[in-house]
T-cell receptor, first 114, second 114 residues
Framework: KAGVTQTPRYLIKTRGQQVTLSCSPISGHRSVSWYQQTPGQGLQFLFEYFSETQRNKGNFPGRFSGRQFSNSRSEMNVSTLELGDSALYLC?????????????FGPGTRLTVT | AQSVTQLDSQVPVFEEAPVELRCNYSSSVSVYLFWYVQYPNQGLQLLLKYLSGSTLVKGINGFEAEFNKSQTSFHLRKPSVHISDTAEYFCAVSDQTGANNLFFGTGTRLTVIP
């Protein structure tokens, strides 16, 4: 079974631009969560989508948004990029068979904002 | 809300020696507990989880953890480490509502010395 895939793996953007990251969950998984990982703040939860609906949201500004498609693939978008948005963005998927809270992580997208 | 404290940011240990990585949590509700490992340039991999039942949980790669409710701790242990265990280890909690938002600790960098 293929794991969680994220594209692109690396991205360089300029302040003020916007960016879209993509995540394909494990086949059959309907929940996709996004996390931001930085050296200063560590791993922080952004949001979770389940069956195309946002089920949970972390404490991030409205510049961070996401969506999920009918095939469970998810995208997250960051508008008006700031230097502080430079981070590793991790996507995780989970299915009912895995048990509560058990998530499978992708390799992440490394975003650098200059 | 929940929070997680990992008391040691770095733990050096000699190969074949035992290791304990400490994790304490705070929550006003019952939680599920997890340990994840992150190898360089990779996403997170689930080591083990505590949902209910026996307080001693065994995971992959010879790791185990013990849930102590009175001390709100979930320390990770391995009786004999290998070079390949060198990685970042994260303790995480989630509430029991079924939501998939994990709260992570700041991580412990385990370095195994030959």
């Amino acid at each position: 079974k293929a794991g969680v895939t994220q594209t692109p793996r690396y991205l360089i953007k300029t302040r003020g631009q916007q960016v879209t990251l993509s995540c394909s969950p494990i086949s059959g998984h309907r929940s996709v969560s996004w996390y931001q990982q930085t050296p200063g703040q560590g791993l922080q939860f952004l949001f979770e989508y389940f069956s195309e609906t946002q089920r949970n949201k972390g404490n991030f500004p409205g510049r961070f948004s996401g969506r999920q498609f009918s095939n469970s693939r998810s995208e997250m978008n960051v508008s008006t990029l700031e230097l502080g948005d430079s981070a590793l963005y991790l996507c995780a998927s989970s299915g009912l068979a895995g048990g509560p809270g058990e998530q499978y992580f992708g390799p992440g997208t490394r975003l650098t904002v200059t | 809300a929940q929070s997680v404290t990992q008391l040691d940011s770095q733990v050096p240990v000699f190969e074949e020696a035992p290791v304990e990585l400490r994790c304490n949590y705070s929550s006003s509700v019952s939680v599920y507990l997890f340990w994840y490992v992150q190898y360089p340039n990779q996403g997170l991999q689930l080591l083990l989880k505590y949902l209910s039942g026996s307080t001693l949980v065994k995971g992959i790669n010879g790791f185990e953890a013990e849930f102590n409710k009175s001390q709100t701790s979930f320390h990770l242990r391995k009786p004999s480490v290998h070079i390949s265990d060198t990685a970042e280890y994260f303790c995480a909690v989630s509430d029991q509502t079924g939501a998939n938002n994990l709260f992570f600790g700041t991580g412990t960098r385990l370095t195994v010395i030959p």
